[in-house]
């Protein structure tokens, strides 16, 4: 028997004579308990409900069946160990709407926890739902998505539910709930349009939702919702079932399913995609997690003194090499795909993840549509695990079609996001030009000087703000705090058109486009709702803002040689041009990427104006240059307004 004490809890890996003697750490362990089929969790008919899970350390097993989400057992059935460890009953007549959990024993104690398959539970999450999925389908549903082939054409609008909508002026009614993004034509201050209608006319492709699977009653309690709580809700308990908090019923466990559906319905039906923001790295609480408790110490990854690893910094990582976790994590992507029809996933901290998991995941969700997107954060992170196993972006070769955040890029442009008086290209920062360069070609390697991670511009994504750190607004007001507003505008401008007009996937964070600010709070996952909420009076005095950056999404969309698909097209097409300091100019010549015209973009970040000399003699018009001193001197040279971007077309 082994035991661990870590904190207030006791954590017995089992008795060995269960498993042969076969140690639940041991490579071992993996080869001779691992399950191939796909038929773990709850199989639901009229007729009989199968119930099967993966608990091979447990020497008895029951499956616990409730009423309610707080009353007492109905009863305890005894369930029969099969192949590999997998416990399994068959409860005939139907069970729809009760609730369960499972039973486990593991040496001499009896640990009881929620299914880890579950796609359905009642409120809190602490009880699996037994319910018919064919009841919780909209109308006509799934919806005929939009045309979409190529990773690189997607612009991504990365949205928290809450903070779309419970801004007072926000125009919606659903406040803070998935209905809220169904809601259409609503209008805020002045009239603007909001929610799901401003963000259609924005032209963004993907609208990327913060976790919406059911997260830690410890960071939103969904029986008290009436009190003010907050939580991004990276703090996963039930991979498999939407957020309960932002349904309109948290204790009918179909509610949330129908009305996410309904959101991802109505979101298609606008011609928008959506993209999943999935956090398989770590859970809230190792110990209190449904996978600790069916097989202890089997799920997690730990340190040489036996104490859980911890290089997501939440206290525990998971062990994605292991064979279980491994198709745990590519079942549960695969079922959101399917079940819900979704567009993309974005992966939380995925460098903590091994490379067979993720190229795992890509294989399968080629299968069901190759024009999901699967992106990532990809940093280098400290876990017990062999380097060139880590799916971090060193590994990124190993990885075709994942792409990384591009951090490079993100503080080249405005400065690290860990100093906060650090500066960047468009905030004052000398020496900046290289940086924004290898941002631009999308991180290839375009030459021996331009290079950084990727293979192809389809693994990285573009972006210079996210839901993390300060906002760009906040991180340019503290860096520059004696600048007008007015320049921090053009600085930000500035900013956005460098991410607009580079390769790779774009990102832009929901607010960007109208220099959203949380008041300087850097860390904002439980802030209040006023912090995190998207001002709709702040959107509404900042229009022009909102302009540029339709205008921005708009020449994106409607040029491809901004969105090649090979690094072979960027080196053949993309060509930077001579600039003075503080500037990085380039053209886009020979129909890159199918597009019918030539391009010349200019980023200067200087306070002065700076004269560029244009590549050849062409009849150039400017697409995207507000600034009167934009303007061909001549036949060859331009002249570039401080602080902005130039965009020249010539067919």
């Known amino acids: 028997m082994a035991v661990q004490k870590e904190i207030n809890y006791e954590i017995s890996y089992g008795d060995p004579s269960v498993t042969g003697g076969i140690s639940v750490f041991s490579e071992e362990f993996d080869d001779l308990f691992y399950y191939e089929k796909d038929d773990l969790g709850c199989t639901f008919s009229k007729e009989s409900t199968v119930l099967k899970v993966w608990a091979p350390t447990a020497s008895e097993a029951y499956v616990v069946l409730y009423d309610s989400w707080d009353g007492e057992a109905l009863c305890e059935h005894l369930m029969q160990r099969q192949e590999k460890g997998v416990w399994f009953i068959e409860l005939p007549g139907n069970y729809e709407g009760k609730l369960y959990t499972y039973k486990v024993k593991i040496d001499n104690t009896w640990n009881e926890a929620a299914d880890p398959y579950a796609k359905a539970v009642a409120v809190n999450g602490d009880r699996s739902a037994i319910i018919d999925f064919s009841k919780t389908n909209p109308t006509n549903w799934p919806v005929k998505k939009s045309s979409f082939t190529a990773a690189t054409d997607a612009i991504i609008y990365e949205l928290h539910i809450r903070d779309l909508s419970m801004h007072p002026e926000s125009g919606m009614t659903k406040k803070g709930k998935f209905l809220g993004l169904c809601e259409q034509g609503t209008t805020g201050p002045n009239g603007i349009p909001t929610g799901l209608s401003y963000i259609k006319d924005l032209g963004v492709t993907h609208v990327q939702l913060l976790p919406i699977y059911d997260y830690s009653t410890d960071s939103v309690d969904e029986t008290k919702l009436d009190t003010p709580q907050y939580n991004w809700g ?367 973009v200019a980023h200067n970040a200087s306070r002065a104006e700076v004269k560029v000399t244009l590549p050849f003699v062409k009849e150039w018009s400017v697409i995207l240059g507000e600034d009167k001193c934009n303007f061909i001197v001549g036949s060859d040279s331009l002249v570039i307004a401080p602080l902005s971007s130039v965009i020249l077309v010539a067919e």
């Open 234 to 600: 990276y703090d996963p308990k039930n991979y498999n079932v939407p957020e309960g908090s932002y349904s309109t019923n948290p204790y009918e466990p179909s509610c949330r399913i129908k009305e996410l559906k309904e959101l991802i319905s109505t979101l298609h039906n606008n011609g928008l995609r959506v993209v999943m923001d999935v956090v398989y790295n770590h859970v809230y609480d190792a110990f209190r997690m449904n996978f600790m408790k069916l097989v202890p110490g089997y799920y997690f990854r730990y340190n040489e003194d036996g104490s859980l690893a911890n290089g997501s910094a939440c206290g525990n990582d998971t062990a994605s090499e292991r064979k279980m976790v491994r198709k745990f994590i590519v079942d549960s992507v695969v079922y959101w795909a399917r079940e819900y029809h979704l567009d993309g996933f974005r992966f939380d901290l995925m460098g903590l993840h091994d490379v067979e998991t993720m190229n795992e995941i890509r294989k399968k969700l080629d299968l069901i549509d190759p024009s999901i997107i699967t992106i990532g954060e990809g940093w280098v992170l400290d876990t017990p695990l062999v380097d060139d196993m880590k799916a971090n972006q060193t590994n990124a070769p190993k990885m075709p079609n994942i792409a990384h955040f591009n951090d490079y890029l993100r503080d080249g442009i405005k400065g690290s996001v860990f100093f906060v008086d650090e500066s960047g290209f468009v905030n004052g920062k000398d020496d900046m030009e290289l940086e924004i360069k290898r941002g631009l070609v999308g991180g290839i390697e375009y030459s021996k000087e331009i290079s950084t991670f990727a293979i192809e511009p389809t693994q990285t994504v573009s972006y210079v703000e996210a839901h993390d750190n300060h906002t760009l607004w906040d991180k340019l007001a503290l860096t520059n705090p004696g600048d007008s507003v007015d320049t921090l505008k053009r600085m930000h401008k500035l900013a956005s058109a460098i991410v607009l007009t580079s390769q790779g996937i774009a990102f832009i964070h929901a607010g960007q486009e109208f220099m959203r600010t949380k008041g300087g709070d850097e860390n904002s996952y439980k802030s209040s709702t006023e912090v995190n909420q998207l001002d709709w009076e702040r959107c509404s005095e900042f229009q022009d803002e909102v302009s540029f950056m339709k205008k921005l999404i708009a020449i994106r969309k409607k040029h491809p040689a901004f969105r090649m698909k090979t690094a072979e097209e960027i080196r053949k097409h993309l060509f930077f041009e001579e600039t003075p300091e503080k500037c990085v100019a380039f053209t886009l010549r020979d129909h890159a990427n199918g597009d019918a015209d030539t391009l010349c």
